[in-house]
């Protein structure tokens, strides 16, 4: 069986087939209306088969339904998946296990059922088959950066498609950077007006010569991201924002001068900034600009609308890589710090958190940060995304508080997936389909008492070299696919895992990226036309640390 991820459990017959064709009946029960529009968009346009409603008294020849003992022995997230030559029954355990099981389904009709028309001669059918699943994490997330290279709205929604293929539920949506602000204000216009776009941009790592002399820019209006919210509910995926405060902020600061540290730099003078690397241009320590980033997170809120979903409470303020240089210089900074009794910038920026933390909680919001958050004291009921390593989420989580596991050293898929000279623009370590499928989320050494608070993982794509959407899949693929059964499957520890069983099922799993128009980095190497010969990166030689 070449389903990607791995079922927990399953048996197959694949001499003997279920038939569909013309009559093949949905027989939809009560709660599985989202998977029921799905089927028949999805596979009614890849099949070309009407998939009718069934008569009243009908089963059906595909049957959907909730089921308590699913919900009880797999999860909500559970399912079950029983085809015979009489039909096929999926149950789940709720919502979002059916939906996990469509997509199972739809994998074992062959890559053709991931087209969008049918192709002439089509046959569909299904094995005889048992399956019974449930994913090992809650949290299995991609972080998608908008910010440094816009993404269009038709390519988030096509990387929601992605992730629901994968059975990855949590997209970290990163909206705001030093390079740009990507979403729309209404009571401050001038974030997107002036935030959203650079007059040129860095080609390569910073430490390339090359610059590419036009302008880059975009963002989404309110109803952009509500018809992205809406569209990721739809395949039982929660939008999780990201604005970070109080670095990473020279496009906000570039919009309205004032937030900045004006005492120290003149910030009517910054635009949003054009190279990659860490700004030191900062947000400053003032009520006003706490002020003004509530009124930002107050239209936010509106629209990531806490709902049933695991996580939509989640609101991610970033908190990280912020230089202290301009806060020590800053007179109005070292006022703040006196006044609030800090000892010191870390203390500083973790008041800054903290504020936040506050201010969501009393909104029925949830912050989370990157490690970061951490320095100068962890905000009372914040989580932690780990990404410098484990260290930050084995201290966090024996701290009491939530944690995603993301390692830049592990899953941070900007990085090269190759040690060769044709990698385009290489970044950092070297990371393969195999290294990635290796992956453990959990800690090594953390205390079986604490585990719990892993609420699961994610990978990262970071956009300073993935300049338009070829590039965001030839670093994302294939290696999501080894990431995603990762984040779902109960697999063995990392040495002991079946890597050339998941090569030969990916084989399979490469005809459906096919079909989907997934540029991916082929096995043998890049194409022609993926290499960026001449453009510098930033190979970082030696083995990566693992805290």
């Given at each position: 069986m070449d389903v990607i991820p791995q079922p927990g459990r399953a048996t197959a017959d694949e001499e003997r087939f279920l038939e569909l064709g013309?009559?093949?009946?949905?027989?939809?029960?009560?709660?599985?209306?989202?998977?029921?529009?799905?089927?028949?968009?999805a596979l009614g346009a890849a099949t070309g088969l009407p998939l009718a409603p069934a008569p009243a008294g009908d089963d059906g020849t595909l049957r959907l339904r909730l089921d308590d003992t699913v919900a009880r022995d797999l999860g909500p997230e559970g399912y079950r998946l029983t085809v015979t030559e009489r039909g096929a029954d999926l149950a789940g355990g709720g919502p979002a296990g059916l939906f996990?099981?469509?997509?199972?389904?739809?994998?074992?009709?062959?890559?053709?059922?991931?087209?969008?028309?049918?192709?002439?001669?089509?046959?569909?059918?299904?094995?005889?088959?048992?399956?019974?699943?449930?994913?090992?994490?809650?949290?299995?997330?991609?972080?998608?950066?908008?910010?440094?290279?816009?993404?269009?709205?038709?390519?988030?929604?096509?990387?929601?498609?992605?992730?629901?293929?994968?059975?990855?539920?949590?997209?970290h949506f990163h909206l705001t950077d030093d390079q740009g602000w990507r979403v729309e204000i209404k009571r401050y216009p001038e974030l997107t007006a002036t935030g959203s776009w650079r007059s040129r941009t860095k080609y390569g790592h910073r430490a390339s010569p090359l610059w590419e002399d036009k302008p880059h820019g975009g963002h989404y209006t309110q109803d952009d991201i509500r018809e992205i919210v809406a569209y990721a509910a739809e395949r039982h995926i929660t939008v999780v924002p990201e604005v970070d405060v109080p670095g990473h902020s020279q496009a906000a600061i570039a919009a309205y001068p004032e937030l900045g540290n004006t005492d120290v730099v003149d910030t009517a003078?910054?635009?949003?900034?054009?190279?990659?690397?860490?700004?030191?241009?900062?947000?400053?320590?003032?009520?006003?600009?706490?002020?003004?980033?509530e009124g930002v997170f107050e239209e936010l809120l509106d629209l990531f609308p806490p709902d049933?979903?695991?996580?939509?409470?989640?609101?991610?303020?970033?908190?990280?890589?912020?230089?202290?240089?301009?806060?020590?210089?800053s007179a109005t900074a070292q006022a703040r710090i006196k006044e609030l009794g800090l000892a010191d910038e870390d203390e500083l920026q973790s008041w800054f958190i903290r504020h936040f933390d506050t201010w969501l909680a009393a909104?029925?919001?949830?912050?989370i940060g990157w490690d970061e958050i951490l320095e100068g004291g962890l905000a009372e009921g914040a989580a932690v995304a780990s990404w410098r390593g484990?260290?930050?989420?084995?201290?966090?989580?024996?701290?009491?508080?939530?944690?995603?596991?993301?390692?830049?050293?592990?899953?941070?898929?900007?990085?090269?997936?190759?040690?060769?000279?044709?990698?385009?623009?290489?970044?950092?370590?070297?990371?393969?389909?195999?290294?990635?499928?290796?992956?453990?989320?959990?800690?090594?050494?953390?205390?079986?008492?604490?585990t719990g608070h892993?609420?699961?993982?994610?990978?990262?794509?970071?956009?300073?070299v993935m300049d338009n959407p070829a590039r965001v899949d030839y670093q994302?693929?294939?290696?999501?696919?080894?990431?995603?059964?990762?984040?779902?499957s109960a697999l063995p520890a990392p040495e002991q895992r079946d890597f050339a069983g998941f090569e030969e099922r990916m084989t399979a799993h490469y005809r459906r990226l096919d079909a989907l128009g997934v540029g991916y980095r082929p096995p043998a190497g890049p194409h022609p036309w993926q290499r960026r010969p001449g453009v510098l990166g930033r190979p970082i030689d030696g083995p990566p640390p693992v805290r």
């Open positions: 013309p009559d093949t009946t949905v027989s939809a029960g009560e709660g599985t209306g989202r998977t029921e529009r799905w089927l028949r968009t996990w099981g469509a997509q199972t389904l739809r994998q074992l009709l062959g890559p053709a059922a991931f087209r969008r028309a049918p192709l002439p001669g089509g046959r569909w059918r299904l094995p005889l088959t048992e399956i019974e699943d449930t994913p090992r994490f809650r949290w299995r997330g991609v972080m998608l950066d908008v910010a440094r290279h816009f993404m269009p709205k038709d390519g988030v929604l096509r990387y929601l498609d992605l992730m629901a293929a994968h059975k990855l539920n949590v997209l003078a910054l635009g949003v900034w054009d190279d990659w690397g860490v700004s030191k241009n900062v947000l400053a320590p003032t009520d006003a600009t706490v002020r003004f980033y049933a979903a695991p996580f939509s409470d989640f609101f991610h303020i970033g908190g990280d890589e912020c230089p202290k240089e301009q806060w020590r210089a909104r029925g919001r949830r912050l484990y260290a930050g989420g084995l201290a966090a989580a024996r701290a009491g508080h939530d944690v995603v596991m993301c390692p830049e050293q592990h899953v941070y898929l900007d990085h090269r997936q190759d040690g060769g000279a044709d990698e385009p623009v290489p970044i950092g370590f070297v990371r393969t389909l195999e290294d990635v499928y290796r992956f453990e989320p959990v800690p090594a050494g953390l205390e079986p008492e604490f892993v609420l699961g993982t994610q990978a990262n794509l970071w956009s300073e994302a693929f294939p290696r999501l696919a080894a990431f995603a059964e990762v984040a779902w």
